[in-house]
């Protein structure tokens, strides 16, 4: 059984948790394509584009932009909206 993994990140979008794979997909904007950034610096790069202050959290909404997810905000056994992998 696959355990918790602190090094991945978790995210709120919409109403729904998504994992940090997926986020990574949704939002790689075709321009870094070739930097093979992570998940967090894409993350940065397209809140920067959107005027975002990622860093406060209360000023923008999980339904435009993903938050991330503490590990004690997830329920047990909690999965991937889109791939359904466990969080
Ligand atoms: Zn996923």
Do not use: W
């Amino acid at each position: 059984m696959r355990t918790k993994n602190p090094e991945s990140p978790a995210y709120l979008f919409g109403h729904l948790p998504y994992c940090s794979d997926c986020i990574h997909e949704l939002f790689l904007p075709f321009d870094l394509i070739n930097n093979d950034p992570t998940v967090e610096q894409v993350l940065d790069f397209v809140a920067r584009e959107r005027g975002i202050n990622r860093s406060d959290e209360t000023s923008f909404s999980a339904y435009s932009f993903p938050k991330l997810l503490q590990r004690d905000e997830l329920l047990d056994g909690e999965r991937c909206q889109r791939c359904t992998r466990r969080l």
